[in-house]
């Protein structure tokens, strides 16, 4: 480095650094323009879903008016999943993770800013020296406190010497430094870790989000299961019938015992569904005691069933020029692009000449009260210029890989876009495909019903025997699985709707001034 020095080029240097501090090194950030599709498909994508015969089978029709709440979950109207989601807001660490990470990031930016201002320190240097007598010429004499009083002549020669010489000396300052942000180093820098600040805060918002989302799908999960289990308890209590009437057959040898082994098997079969079943189920309540804050021994009173959720009927549906504003990972995405950005400003102003201003006021003396009177005073003002001439080519790398830095970022925001519509789309066809599919399952379960109860009927009047009785009842109950599935579906993808638009962070606060002033606080 190049250092120049001097107290008389300060009032020059000061004025230039005026003049330069209103520009700022690097590329300004501008936002991303958003995409400019109008739909999610080729081809317009349908506006209502078909309707079918089952508890969850309302047609849903999607409203690109409609806004999305940030409480959306009350919409399935379940005091259970409400309370639940609450007290996960309060107690899951993830959340608390979050917020800190968030403070930390302001706090950083804080700091930051800390630059933009002179540097003021204050010191005081007391000492006590003890000077050697052996030594010619003139030297103090002191008395009794250590202060210098007088001096004395010692024409030097043989001993013996002069008494060695003790004195004190204070020294009082304020220092003051101060780096003009000439070149915008330093706002590019605060501007580099404001982006960060809201990365951190829409990573927050993504949190509440998915733990939200999460808790929903543990709750149709639970409910889901509840439901098979039920109908496989019905399976299973069949087989058991079914053996024990064989049983009695091989007896008066009306069947083989290969007919009792195979209606063994088909027990033991259905028996094993069921303890799968139950396994999912607890490991589903354990899933969820840990999503609400709680250790595995600290259950919940929430319990879910089906007949619990309502479907919701509107659905919003965001076009994709607004969706990249509600997204919290593509605004995280555009937060570390303009990370990036700021970052290759810093690099290029690295390279430009650095500036610096120092100073100091104070006194000093042998007495404490003489440190300030006339003579015991000081001052000293210099301003630094210092410009890199060589360094074997390291900053004008570090301004090529910041300069890549920013590539790369514009590069994953780009496909965090695409992958963000292409998770709305990839929604919109589960919710019709899916509705399509619970029609279709309900015309099964009702079919596999009507040919279970005229089998009953014929098995009563002697027409078929109990295994038909039997294969009728199993493949309705299989149906009855199928449907139960087909609904969970149902209530899974409207909330994976919800969550693929944004989750409604945004009307948090909405919500919370609607609470305030005894509203529900519920946004429709």
């Not at 007896?251 to 088909?266: H, I, N, P, R, Y």
């Not at 014929?458 to 699985?481: C, D, H, K, P, R």
């Amino acid at each position: 480095m190049v250092n120049l020095k001097a107290g008389a080029a300060f009032s020059r240097t000061a004025m230039l650094a005026v003049l330069l501090c209103g520009c700022a090194a690097g590329p300004d950030f501008k936002r991303p323009e958003p995409p400019d599709a109008k739909s999610y498909a080729p081809k317009a994508l349908p506006t209502e879903t078909v309707k079918a015969d089952a508890d969850a089978g309302t047609a849903q029709t999607f409203d690109p008016s409609r806004d999305i709440p940030f409480d959306w979950w009350t919409l399935f109207k379940s005091p259970a999943l409400n309370s639940l989601i609450g007290q996960a807001f309060k107690a899951n660490p993830t959340i608390e993770s979050a917020q800190a990470a968030l403070r930390q990031a302001q706090e950083y930016v804080n700091a930051q800013r800390g630059y933009f201002y002179p540097n003021i320190g204050v010191g005081f240097t007391p000492s006590r020296t003890k000077l050697a007598g052996n030594m010619g010429g003139n030297s103090p004499g002191v008395q009794g406190n250590g202060d210098i009083i007088q001096t004395y002549s010692n024409p030097g020669g043989p001993p013996p010497f002069n008494a060695p010489v003790y004195y004190n000396f204070y020294t009082a300052q304020v220092n003051v430094g101060y780096v003009p942000d000439v070149f915008g180093a330093n706002r590019r820098q605060v501007e580099s870790l404001v982006a960060e600040a809201d990365y951190q805060r829409y990573q927050l918002e993504a949190t509440y989000i998915t733990l939200a989302s999460n808790i929903v799908a543990a709750a149709l999960q639970e409910a889901s299961l509840r439901a098979e289990i039920a109908a496989t308890e019905s399976m299973v209590g069949s087989n058991r019938d079914a053996l024990a009437i064989m049983k009695r057959q091989q007896e008066l040898g009306a069947v083989s015992a290969l007919d009792v082994a195979s209606q063994e098997s088909a027990l033991a079969q259905a028996e094993q569904s069921l303890i799968s079943l139950s396994k999912q189920l607890d490991q589903t309540r354990d899933l969820i005691r840990a999503l609400a804050g709680n250790r595995a021994d600290q259950d919940v009173p929430e319990t879910f069933t089906l007949s619990s959720l309502h479907l919701p009927q509107d659905l919003p549906l965001s076009l994709p020029s607004k969706l990249v504003e509600q997204r919290p990972d593509v605004r995280m995405a555009e937060e570390q692009m303009h990370a990036a950005s700021a970052q290759y400003g810093v690099a290029i102003a690295n390279r430009l000449p650095q500036f610096a201003i120092t100073g100091a006021w104070g006194g000093n003396a042998d007495t404490l009260g003489m440190m300030f009177k006339t003579g015991g005073g000081f001052f000293n003002l210099a301003a630094d210029v210092g410009q890199t001439i060589f360094d074997g080519g390291t900053l004008k790398a570090r301004s090529k890989a910041a300069q890549q830095a920013l590539v790369q970022a514009g590069a994953q925001y780009r496909s965090t876009v695409i992958t963000a519509i292409q998770n709305v789309a990839d929604t919109l066809y589960a919710i019709q495909y899916d509705a399509k599919s619970l029609a279709a399952a309900a015309r099964s379960e009702r079919a596999m019903r009507l040919t279970r109860d005229l089998t009953k009927k014929q098995y009563e009047t002697g027409y078929v025997n109990y295994q038909q009785l039997l294969a009728s009842e199993q493949n309705y109950q299989q149906s009855v699985i199928a449907l139960i599935q087909a609904e969970t579906n149902r209530f899974g993808d409207t909330a994976a709707l919800y969550q693929a638009l944004g989750g409604g962070w945004w009307n948090r606060d909405k919500m919370a001034d609607a609470a305030s002033k005894g509203g529900t606080g519920e946004m429709q």
